[in-house]
Structures are given as C-alpha cells and as structure tokens.
C-alpha cells in the first residue's frame, strides 16, 4: 500500500483492489483483511506487532549481499530490531498449516532464511538475530534454533 494508515475495513479493501487492479468482488481480500488483522492483534504475537515507539520495525524490507561470490537478494517480510536483539520474520499463508506439519514446512525454507539471517547479522552483528516463520492462517510463530546451518 501507498503509506496510508487507518481507515475502515471497506476503504482499506477498496484501496487494495484498486491499487492492485483487481475485480470487483472483494470476498477474498476481506479475508485476507480478516486473517491479517487476527495476526496483527494477536497477543501472542505482540512481540513482533505490538512493540514500543523506540523499537524500530521494517515491513517488506529488502536485502542485497554477497556471498562466495554469488549476489544474494531478497525481501525480509518484518524485522523487529530491539536493543539486544533483531527479530526476523518471514510470513507464509499456508490456508492448512497445522502443528505437526510445521517443523517440515520450516524446513523448506531454511536456505532461504539463513540468508537472510546471513544479511541480518552484517547490519547488526551485536545482536542476537531470531528467525522465524509466521504462518498467518493458524497464527503459529516457528523459531529456528541458533544452531541451524547456515
């Protein structure tokens, strides 16, 4: 979205179908509206959505490194960065996520958020750095170990 907060749940679907040229019928994107404003307001959650003024927070932030010669790119969906650590979170909508299946769609990803957490740690090297995977339909925060491979 163009930078613009509030609104009502309808001006805030019709800004999105404009913006993004979709038909007219707005069924999906209330949902979508609904799911995001449940993982928002979620107060397990709070630590990534509801922080302090002075915590500075990233949305869709994008990332550019190198790595054994090989340019690395990517979009980090939020970076949370308190003072003694950053919070790196990557959103996946998977509709039928469950708790058992979770640990093994994490693992679909690992390569690509140890690249990310790879970029993070250059920005903020005095920090822990935390990786997790959102899945926002069943609202489950997957936190890789700091063990994992990188």
Request: with cysteine.
């Amino acid at each position: 979205m163009t930078g613009k907060k509030g609104g009502s749940k309808e001006t805030i679907c019709n800004d999105i179908a404009l913006e993004f040229q979709l038909d007219a019928n707005r069924d999906a994107i209330g949902s979508w509206y609904d799911e995001a404003r449940e993982v928002i307001c979620d107060f397990q959650l709070a630590e990534i959505f509801q922080v302090p003024e002075d915590v500075l927070t990233y949305n869709e932030i994008p990332i550019q490194y190198r790595d054994r010669g090989q340019t690395v790119y990517g979009v980090i969906d939020r970076l949370v960065v308190y003072r003694d650590k950053v919070l790196l979170v990557d959103y996946k909508t998977h509709a039928y996520a469950s708790g058992d299946r979770i640990p093994e769609l994490a693992e679909t990803y690992a390569r690509q958020i140890a690249l990310y957490r790879t970029g993070v740690e250059t920005l903020w090297p005095d920090r822990s750095i935390i990786a997790a995977l959102l899945f926002t339909a069943s609202r489950i925060l997957y936190t890789y170990p700091d063990t994992w491979p990188v």
